[in-house]
């Protein structure tokens, strides 16, 4: 079991010992989207959402979001991060209409910030599921995934 780092020498789970990890620069920037209808699409555009601007409460739960992520997921340490932002983006065709969201996380620290991102960017996108499902609860949220991150041992990520 020593082989995996989250389970101690009797095989149970444990938080990682990052104490003689150098402190370095570390990004992360995550992906994910929602697909919603014409309608929902038109009342955010313009803002007129009843539970209020539906961008700018995701934004927000998703700054949130990244600094709770240690007490959300078990084995994450707490980090200082030194910022976090969200950019909201919207792919339109004839029969879709998905919002794309992407959480982007730095900190200057001894382990990486790539959970820190993912979670961000869930939280966006459950947000806005929840300000919008009055009208609609076919909302889908798609796929979230790490699309960038830098720094540390593991060296630099991006998604092909």
């Known amino acids: 079991m020593s082989s995996f780092t989250h389970f101690n020498e009797e095989g149970r789970a444990q938080m990682v010992d990052i104490t003689e990890k150098t402190p370095t620069a570390r990004t992360a920037v995550a992906k994910t989207s929602v697909q919603v ?15 209020g601007d539906v961008l700018q409460v995701a934004q927000i739960a998703g700054i949130m979001a990244a600094k709770k992520t240690s007490d959300l997921i078990p084995m994450c340490h707490p980090i200082a991060l030194s910022g976090v932002d969200l950019h909201f983006d919207w792919e339109l065709s004839s029969s879709c209409y998905e919002l794309t969201i992407e959480a982007h996380v730095k900190t200057k620290g001894s382990t990486g910030v790539e959970m820190e991102a993912l979670t961000a960017a869930s939280a966006a996108a459950l947000t806005v599921y929840d300000m919008c499902k009055a009208l609609d609860k076919g909302i889908v949220i798609g796929e979230t995934y790490l699309l960038t991150k830098t720094g540390g041992k593991s060296g630099d990520y991006k998604r092909e």
């Open 37 to 51: 209808s014409e309608e929902i699409y038109s009342g955010i555009k313009e803002g007129n959402m009843k539970k």
